[in-house]
């Protein structure tokens, strides 16, 4: 028994979100540098994965919201999504390293007709 000044609440809290982004449980995957999270390619094969996320999100936010410290660590360009936020090719250095530096190569220098293919990006 105690009086809960938001101590036992956030670590609760923390220990749900810890729970919940294991990638163990198929709903998130670890990125390719394996520093980040982000939703599992394979989340669907999980029953009712779409409500669960719905849900997952109501807890985060709320846990922002309350300005609750969490371990969590999601990848740039989920976070992006997430905000509405414009993506870049640098934000797909998290998920595909290899394809980002390809695409930030091309990017900066000339390749025209030697490829054989052009490549716009605003």
């Avoid at 520093?35 to 996320?53: A, M, T």
């Avoid at 660590?73 to 993506?87: C, D, E, M, V």
């Avoid at 990017?107 to 716009?120: K, P, Q, R």
Wanted: proline residues 3%; hydrophobic residues 45%; contains cysteine.
């Amino acid at each position: 028994m105690g009086i809960d000044y938001g101590g036992i609440t956030r670590e609760w809290a923390a220990q749900v979100i810890k729970q919940i982004t294991n990638p163990n449980l198929g709903l998130f995957q670890l990125s390719a540098n394996e520093l980040c999270l982000q939703p599992s390619k394979l989340s669907y094969l999980v029953p009712n994965h779409l409500d669960i996320f719905y849900r997952i999100g109501i807890f985060i936010g709320k846990a922002l919201k309350e300005g609750w410290l969490m371990e969590i660590n999601f990848t740039k360009s989920f976070l992006k999504h997430i905000l509405g936020a414009t993506l870049y090719v640098e934000d797909l250095e998290d998920i595909e390293p290899y394809t980002a530096k390809g695409l930030l190569w091309i990017l900066e220098n000339e390749v025209g007709d030697e490829l054989g293919f052009s490549f716009t990006y605003e």
